[in-house]
Each structure stands twice: as C-alpha cells, then as structure tokens.
C-alpha cells in the first residue's frame, strides 16, 4: 500500500476536527498512519484516499466509528486520580445533598462512571446523602458505551478498587468469565450510558451538580477546548464541581470557576 500523502492526512485531520473536534500535528502523521494502516489492508482498500472516501460519505456511520476508535485513547481505569474522588467525598459530607446528579463526559468504558457510583453508594448507606442520586456517562464512541453498559471489566482495571468496596459493589467471575468482574445490578441501576458530541449541543443532558471532563482536552486545540468546555460548564449548576484532568492545567472557558484543587473548580 502506497505511504499516507500529506493531503490525504489533512483529509483525515480535517475530518476529524470538523465532525469531534479532534486536532492532529504534523507530527502526528506516523501515528496516524500506523493506527489506520491495518484496518485499511483489512478492508480490502488500495490507498488511504479510498479510506477517507468511505469515512466520508453519507453511508459511513461504523466506518467512522471505527475510525474514531482507531485515532482516540480510550484509556481509563477505576479511581484514576483518587485525590478527586476523595475531594468529591468531601464536598458530599459537607453538603448532605438530598439528591445528586453526575455527569461523567467522555466516560470512556464506564470505568470512571462506576467509581462516581461506588463512592455515591457508601456515602448514601453512611446517611451522607439522599438515596436520589445518578450518574450519566457519555461518549463518542459506541464501541465503549455498549462495553460500559455491561458493566463487565477485566479484574485488572479495578486494581484501586478497595477490597471492601469490590465485595459490596462487583460479582467475581467463574470458569470462562475467569479474571472478569461484574458491577451489580444495584449500582448500576443508578448508572446510564449514551453518545454525546462533545462538539455538538449537549441541552439534551443535565443540569448536573458534578461534571468530570477529564482527559479529554489533550485531544482538541485551543479554540475547540474553550467551546467545550464553556458548553459543558452550560450544563452544570453554579456551585457545582467541574473536574479535569490534573495534566490538562488551567480550565480555559470563559465561564467564571473557582479553583479549588489541581484539576477542580466549582462554578460561581
Ligand atoms: C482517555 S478517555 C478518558 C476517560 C475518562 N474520562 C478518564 O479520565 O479516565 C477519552 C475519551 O474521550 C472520548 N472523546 C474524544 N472526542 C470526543 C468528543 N468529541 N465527544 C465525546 N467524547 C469524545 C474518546 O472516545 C475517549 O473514550
């Protein structure tokens, strides 16, 4: 297969950007190249053109998704950035709310989402807070949302899961589900999954008291960064709390935020 041309690469970038808001660097060519380059063999196509063609048209909906699949990082795990989780404990204890409504944006597999959950559930069963609580988890991709609504993960991502915490919330799995574990009904019933752009109107969610938007930012440049997250930060009630990613530095919104701790902010 011929090598990735510059103006096809900016055919992709430009794909990307326009539709999710996604900003690749030249230097990122290789990269590209290398994780289109197997699934363009694999279908059968003789250039790259031929795969920008099909992720373009009308007719491209999987295509593309598969696409985005190839070009983003869907890396997570459970209590990534614990320091949050215990900030977000701590705003629970002090508030006592009746109800609480969470929005984890760009919730990846889920694994953010369930964390929220757990900790929600034990500050519930201590008397912390009301047993109104939610979680919304959204993303791009349909891949990951349709693996987040099993709730079924490889033992491995809940590594910071305390011990206490897996016996009360997840089901070990036996024979061929060996190495596997599943969240319970009784968290998940509190937990719901669907696509959203972020790039796109997002009135149809919310209004949430928490939002995490974390490590998603590195993806768009500084224009895209800003829309989203002031359309984000639209959907969340002054006083709330706004958590990013602690790598992704200040909030860069025109929304006025108080910081609170590395990568938290509460909405004024
Ligand atoms: C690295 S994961 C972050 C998961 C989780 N928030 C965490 O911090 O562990 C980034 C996610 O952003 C999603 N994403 C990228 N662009 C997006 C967009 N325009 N709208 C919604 N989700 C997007 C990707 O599909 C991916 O699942």
Redesign the pocket.
């Given at each position: 297969m011929e090598a990735l041309r510059d103006d096809t690469f900016h055919r992709i970038t430009n794909l990307m950007h326009a539709e999710?808001?996604?900003s690749f660097a030249e230097s990122k060519k290789p990269l590209v190249t290398s994780r289109l380059s197997a699934r363009v063999q694999r279908l059968g196509l003789h250039s790259f053109d031929e795969y920008v063609d099909l992720i373009s048209g009308h007719e491209a909906g999987g295509e593309f998704q598969m696409a985005?699949?190839l070009l983003?990082?869907?890396?997570?795990?459970f209590f990534?950035?614990p320091a949050h989780f215990d900030l977000l404990a701590r705003e629970v204890m002090r508030t006592k709310p009746r109800r609480l409504s969470v929005w984890?944006?760009?919730?990846?597999?889920g694994?953010?989402a369930y964390s929220i959950a757990m900790l929600l559930a034990d500050l519930q069963s201590q008397g912390r807070m009301g047993a109104d609580w939610s979680v919304l988890g959204?993303?791009?991709?349909d891949r990951?949302l349709r693996s987040a609504s099993t709730g079924i993960y490889p033992a491995e991502r809940l590594r910071h899961v305390s011990t206490e915490r897996l016996k009360r919330y997840c089901l070990r799995g036996e024979d061929e589900s060996e190495g596997l574990v599943q969240i319970q009904d009784r968290l998940r019933e509190h937990v719901r999954f669907g696509q959203?752009?972020?790039?796109q109107d997002a009135s149809c969610v919310g209004p949430f008291d928490v939002v995490?938007?974390?490590?998603?930012l590195i993806?768009f440049d500084a224009a895209t960064k800003r829309a989203?997250v002031d359309r984000v930060l639209g959907r969340l009630r002054p006083g709330g709390l706004f958590f990013i990613?602690t790598a992704e530095g200040r909030a860069p919104c025109t929304t006025p935020l108080q910081p609170l701790a590395p990568g938290v902010f509460r909405k004024a």
């Open positions: 999710i808001g996604l985005v699949d983003t990082t869907n890396e997570t795990y990534r950035e984890s944006a760009a919730s990846s597999f694994d953010e959204t993303d791009i991709s990951v959203l752009n972020l790039c995490f938007l974390r490590n998603v993806y989203v990613g």
